[in-house]
């Protein structure tokens, strides 16, 4: 039996569990990419039932697995969150922190992690952390050096397979800052309110994200609006659907569009009109 979700069901603590072999390949991938020493600690925050830690503690002894109610004898009954400092000249934290409302939870896990001075940060996350607007929670002297998508069904909840679409992503602590995505601003087009007599809707989230429509009595948590300045709607309609391309593949649940992608792809759009 399978169970195929877009991560908004949980159990009561957020918990559903890695598959060993997928723990497996996930641990391959930050061996890969980061110089573990034999003297630095892995901490594994969330170790539910040790998929990661027992993974962990096959290549590594200075290793610990934390979490609220530890389901094996090897883990540690305690909120990573609550740790104040783990005394250690380096720190690499790794595993499937939960996740919780909006990835409010993992987030929380991500800034402790980075609090802590994780020399590398290495967990299962939301398929949004692939957007630069979720991977602002990192700290910019931490570097996304490498990544993967996980396979369908690569969890386990109450024993039964289970689907969250995921990647896991393997951060590192640099001496300088990482390069950030260029925030785009609006040249012929503006944001407004629907109340503000705009010219065209723009579907950000759902099946139909990425469409325009003329009709503007649309729904404003879906919606953007805007106004154009110095070109006609359909004359801009009609390069728009010749020349625009989305990615859509970057969410847990529905498609969705920040407005800083929309903006790339309508500057983009202006060198053609």
Known sequence: M?????????????????KPDIADRCIQLTKTSIDISESDTII????????????????HSNCKGYDLKPEDESIIEKDFLSI?????????????????????????????????????ISFILPKSFKKESLQRVFDPYYHLIATCEL?????????????????YQVWEKRLIPRQTEQLIEPTYWKYVKKTQQPDLA????????????????????????????????DT????????THFTHNNTVGPKSISKNELNRVLFNISKHL
């Not at 720190?91 to 919780?100: A, K, R, S, T, V």
């Not at 801009?236 to 020349?243: M, V, W």
Request: with cysteine.
């Open 84 to 120: 104040l400092n783990i005394p250690n000249s380096k720190l690499h934290i790794i595993g499937n922190p939960p996740f919780g409302r909006q990835s409010m939870l993992c987030k929380r896990f991500i800034k402790k992690s980075i609090e802590l001075g994780a020399s590398s």
């Open 151 to 167: 396979p369908a069904f690569s969890f386990l909840l109450e024993k039964i397979d289970y689907d969250v679409p995921c990647v």
């Open 2 to 18: 399978i169970s195929s979700h877009t991560g908004r069901y949980r159990n009561t603590i957020d918990k559903f569990y890695t």
């Open 44 to 59: 594994e925050p969330s170790a539910g039932n040790g998929s990661f830690l027992k993974k962990i503690a096959e290549f």
């Open 236 to 243: 801009f309609l009609a390069s728009y659907k010749k020349d």
């Open 202 to 233: 723009f579907r950000r989230i759902g099946l139909y994200a990425g469409t325009f429509d003329k009709n503007c009595n649309k729904s404003e948590t879906s919606h953007y609006f805007l106004k154009l300045k110095g070109i006609l709607v």
